[in-house]
């Protein structure tokens, strides 16, 4: 298959001295045998997730959920639930079911979901790897008594699946796991060594994919493809950690010219932040901005305002529509806009922000794709995924936990319990 991914890195590695690019590369190298060291030790489950061969379970359930439920209720939060948001906003659904996504404790979004479906005819899919996420048990415990009202008991074990983490040392401190063992509801299994925010090719995004009529062997293939030709997300992790610790830009500004793509971008930015932010000197701040939406709202900061940032820019060769602006005296002076293609005006727009960064003199890459396939996005999941662990062995930190994050769920069960926060 063609390359799911063209990357322009010119003007990026442009900014760097040939010995800042010597040593970058020399760093790199090391960042590149630790991760194979941790793949080969089975440390890092998310490298392997493309090639799964064994979806019949999966299968299975996203058939089960298609033939008997009108409504799919994914409950989960963060990394539980913008991969497969992302996925279904960049792809869209063939599915006659609806898939909603449920990851805020607001008792008013959860009353209007529950005034516009109907339960007799919902599933739900929770996801939480560790099982005892605060914010999803809230939701699950208000959906799983009302489901009990509306259906039989019996018939539980068809309308919930729980995804979680099934090691066996952990059983006594997994709840979801313990609720699915006393109720006899399936378990899709996360694996241990797969972290939340890097488990969209996992179960937790693949179910609700399915269900979605989405081809999820043609996402996983997009992902074998940049795993067997790495050498560009190498360079891309590597560049962005550079830029960061030689360039001085601390902020790096995630820019795809298609809104179908925004919750990639707060999937990406939740990857970014949360895996490399461990110290003040390990802490770029991603942040979203969609063209050309963002050229009237954020391209003056970009351009005039502080030099702090770094940009990375996302554009498709094809959008695959066929709308053109028609030929009519309306046009006047835009006359020269007469029966252009429509996706020629994204893309001119494209151009001519990227031209305007580097005529400011902001570090600029882009990212072009053939079109938005299932192919393309699931090379884009994993080209980020392993970009972020090349990042964060660059910058000498486990990408993978997020210690100030658990301090934060400690202190809400606290106040939760009635207890009082010492400071």
Same mark, same amino acid.
């Given at each position: 298959?063609?390359?799911?991914?063209?990357?322009?890195?010119? !003007?990026?590695?442009?900014?760097?001295?040939?010995?800042?690019?010597?040593?970058?590369?020399?760093?790199?190298?090391?960042?590149?045998?630790?991760?194979?060291?941790?793949?080969?030790?089975?440390?890092?489950?998310?490298?392997?997730?493309?090639?799964?061969?064994?979806?019949?379970?999966?299968?299975?359930?996203?058939?089960?959920?298609?033939?008997?439920?009108?409504?799919?209720?994914?409950?989960?939060?963060?990394?539980?639930?913008?991969?497969?948001?992302?996925?279904?906003?960049?792809?869209?659904?063939?599915?006659?079911?609806?898939?909603?996504?449920?990851?805020?404790?607001?008792?008013?979004?959860?009353?209007?979901?529950?005034?516009?479906?109907?339960?007799?005819?919902?599933?739900?899919?929770?996801?939480?790897?560790?099982?005892?996420?605060?914010?999803?048990?809230?939701?699950?415990?208000?959906?799983?008594?009302?489901? $009990?009202?509306?259906?039989?008991?019996?018939?539980?074990?068809?309308?919930?699946?729980?995804?979680? =983490?099934?090691?066996?040392?952990?059983?006594?401190?997994?709840? %979801?796991?313990?609720?699915?063992?006393?109720?006899?509801?399936?378990?899709?299994?996360?694996?241990?060594?797969?972290?939340? $925010?890097?488990?969209?090719?996992?179960?937790?995004?693949?179910?609700?994919?399915?269900?979605?009529?989405?081809?999820?062997?043609?996402?996983?293939?997009?992902?074998?493809?940049?795993?067997?030709?790495?050498?560009?997300?190498?360079?891309?992790?590597?560049?962005?950690?550079?830029? !960061?610790?030689?360039?001085?830009?601390?902020?790096?500004?995630?820019?795809?010219?298609?809104?179908?793509?925004?919750?990639?971008?707060?999937?990406?930015?939740?990857?970014?932040?949360?895996?490399?932010?461990?110290?003040?000197?390990?802490?770029?701040?991603?942040?979203?901005?969609?063209?050309?939406?963002?050229? !009237?709202? %954020?391209?003056?900061?970009?351009?005039?305002?502080?030099?702090?940032?770094?940009?990375?820019?996302?554009?498709?060769?094809?959008?695959?529509?066929?709308?053109?602006?028609?030929?009519?005296?309306?046009?006047?002076?835009?006359?020269?806009?007469?029966?252009?293609?429509?996706?020629?005006?994204?893309?001119?727009?494209?151009?001519?922000?990227?031209?305007?960064?580097?005529?400011?003199?902001?570090?600029?890459?882009?990212?072009?794709?053939?079109?938005?396939?299932?192919?393309?996005?699931?090379?884009?999941?994993?080209?980020? =995924?392993?970009?972020?662990?090349?990042?964060?062995?660059?910058?000498?930190?486990?990408?993978?936990?997020?210690?100030?994050?658990?301090?934060?769920?400690?202190?809400?069960?606290? %106040?939760?319990?009635?207890?009082?926060?010492?400071?």
């Amino acid at each position: 298959m063609s390359q799911p991914i063209v990357f322009e890195f010119t !003007h990026l590695m442009n900014r760097f001295s040939d010995v800042q690019l010597h040593t970058l590369f020399k760093k790199r190298e090391v960042a590149k045998q630790t991760l194979k060291q941790k793949r080969q030790n089975k440390e890092l489950g998310f490298l392997d997730l493309p090639y799964q061969t064994n979806f019949l379970d999966l299968k299975k359930s996203a058939q089960k959920i298609k033939n008997s439920c009108e409504t799919l209720l994914v409950i989960g939060i963060g990394g539980s639930s913008l991969g497969a948001k992302a996925a279904l906003q960049a792809l869209g659904t063939s599915s006659k079911t609806q898939i909603i996504f449920l990851e805020n404790p607001n008792p008013a979004t959860l009353e209007h979901t529950l005034k516009n479906i109907d339960l007799k005819k919902t599933a739900l899919n929770v996801i939480s790897k560790s099982g005892k996420t605060l914010e999803t048990l809230s939701l699950f415990f208000i959906l799983f008594e009302k489901l $009990r009202k509306a259906i039989p008991e019996k018939e539980l074990k068809n309308r919930v699946w729980i995804t979680t =983490e099934e090691a066996p040392t952990q059983l006594k401190e997994n709840f %979801l796991y313990q609720i699915a063992q006393e109720y006899s509801l399936p378990v899709l299994p996360i694996a241990q060594n797969v972290p939340g $925010r890097y488990s969209v090719l996992s179960a937790v995004g693949l179910l609700p994919l399915l269900v979605a009529g989405i081809n999820i062997e043609e996402i996983l293939s997009g992902a074998q493809t940049i795993d067997q030709n790495s050498r560009d997300t190498y360079l891309y992790g590597t560049l962005a950690y550079g830029t !960061h610790q030689l360039l001085k830009k601390p902020l790096t500004v995630f820019f795809p010219y298609d809104e179908r793509l925004s919750l990639l971008s707060d999937w990406f930015c939740q990857l970014w932040a949360e895996s490399l932010a461990k110290s003040e000197s390990s802490g770029p701040t991603p942040l979203k901005a969609i063209g050309a939406l963002d050229q !009237h709202s %954020l391209l003056q900061l970009f351009l005039q305002g502080p030099q702090d940032k770094w940009y990375t820019l996302l554009t498709l060769e094809d959008y695959q529509s066929s709308l053109s602006i028609p030929q009519t005296k309306l046009l006047k002076e835009f006359s020269y806009l007469a029966n252009m293609p429509l996706e020629k005006v994204l893309q001119a727009e494209q151009k001519a922000t990227e031209a305007s960064l580097i005529q400011f003199e902001n570090p600029v890459c882009r990212l072009t794709l053939p079109s938005l396939s299932a192919y393309s996005l699931g090379a884009l999941f994993y080209h980020f =995924e392993l970009a972020t662990a090349v990042a964060g062995y660059l910058y000498e930190i486990n990408p993978f936990d997020q210690p100030a994050v658990e301090q934060g769920k400690l202190l809400t069960r606290k %106040l939760l319990k009635g207890e009082s926060l010492d400071f």
